[in-house]
């Protein structure tokens, strides 16, 4: 941070007010000993000491929201401390920039297909639905298993295999595993 000025704290904002609540006092304390002696005194200095009680308030507290307005103003200028959506966007505009330049034509243009806004919305919904990392798992595991299962079984007793059983039993592996996902998370509320 190139200003080195300290940041004010909640404490000094107690400090000040209580600083002006004691100066108030005093004032009014003071006031009220102008009244005393102003009965004595009479009427005109009753006015008087009442004018200069005012006036000495008046001054007290155009003091104070100075520094309130001063310190409100170093506030302002704190650095943000979370940076908004636009922030964002920017950031990752000025990175696709800078890394595009160094990619050549072909590469540019595969970089702008698949980062297209449309593209990238929907490949974050197919990850976050269906190709979940744990149903990709699942499936694949399945898949080795049955199919190994029944390319072992079939070359046994002579019989040739379709093709579909890798593809099949990757759905059924994959659905368990949705069950099984779903029971966790969403019943369980285990991540």
């Given at each position: 941070m190139a200003n080195n000025e300290k940041l004010p704290y909640r404490g000094e904002q107690e400090f000040n007010q209580a600083e002006l609540e004691a100066t108030r006092a005093e004032?009014?304390?003071e006031l009220e000993r102008s009244f005393e002696a102003a009965g004595e005194r009479g009427k005109e200095s009753?006015?008087?000491a009442r004018a200069e009680a005012l006036e000495?308030?008046?001054q007290a507290e155009k003091e104070q929201p100075h520094k309130a307005d001063h310190e409100t103003t170093r506030l302002e200028q704190a650095p943000k401390l979370r940076p908004?959506?636009?922030d964002k966007?920017?950031?990752y505009d000025k990175t696709m920039h800078e890394v595009r330049s160094e990619l050549s034509a072909p590469s540019k243009a595969f970089s702008s297909v698949i980062h297209n806004d449309v593209i990238e919305k929907a490949s974050d919904v197919i990850g976050s639905t269906v190709a979940r990392p744990n149903l990709i798992i699942a499936g694949?595991?399945?898949a080795f298993i049955v199919t190994l299962g029944l390319y072992l079984v079939t070359k046994h007793y002579g019989y040739p295999l379709s093709g579909f059983e890798t593809i099949g039993s990757f759905i059924a592996?994959?659905?368990i595993g949705a069950v099984i996902?779903?029971?966790r998370v969403g019943l369980l509320g285990r991540r």
């Open positions: 004032k009014a304390a009753l006015e008087t000495a308030t008046a908004t959506k636009r966007q920017n950031a694949s595991i399945s592996g994959w659905s996902e779903y029971v």
